[in-house]
């Protein structure tokens, strides 16, 4: 049996119960490095997370173990959920929820969710043309397309936006800058969502 465990943004206070419970009664926890050390497990009890196709390989041939992936934010809210549910189909599937970072960014900055789009650019290209006719965009970014690049796509389009990045969320050095479209430099952009607003 699987459980996916949402775990949230990251802090530990943000977890809901039912995530302890399943790791405590897990024959094995997967996840990352910074995801396996949120809890206190044996050695013999965690694995770090492999690429995708060797870990469907090895949930695929492990059917008797009890097994929980550790999945960051809500595991449905483009996390590995839905990759788990088509990929492995001999065996049943539970997924936990957990608090996403797009829902906590927006908390933190008092904004309502209602009406946004909700997207990611990890692993693809998003259709700016289309995201940008939106009141109100959030994005899970990728070093690929993060928050520079997002505010040279605003630019092109003529747009003048409100933009709040959000690093390392729920972490000890969480970082929300609130800037525009003219003011992002090119710099690494630790692990971040970007809110997009019209302005006022």
Known sequence: MITVTGIGPGAKNLMIQRVFDEVEKADLVIGSKRQLALFDLPEDKSMVLPKLMVLKDFLLK???QRIVLLASGDPYLYGIANWLKRE?????????PGISSIQYLFNRVGIA???SYLTSSHGRIPDFDFLLQHEIICM???DKIGPFQIAQEIKKRGQHRQIVIGENLSYPDEKITRT?????SDREYKMNVVLITNER
């Open 113 to 115: 969710m209602n009406d």
């Open 88 to 96: 492995i189909s001999n065996q049943e599937v539970t997924v936990v």
């Open 62 to 64: 492990n059917q008797t």
């Open 180 to 184: 525009d479209e003219n003011s992002i």
């Open 140 to 142: 899970v970014t990728d």
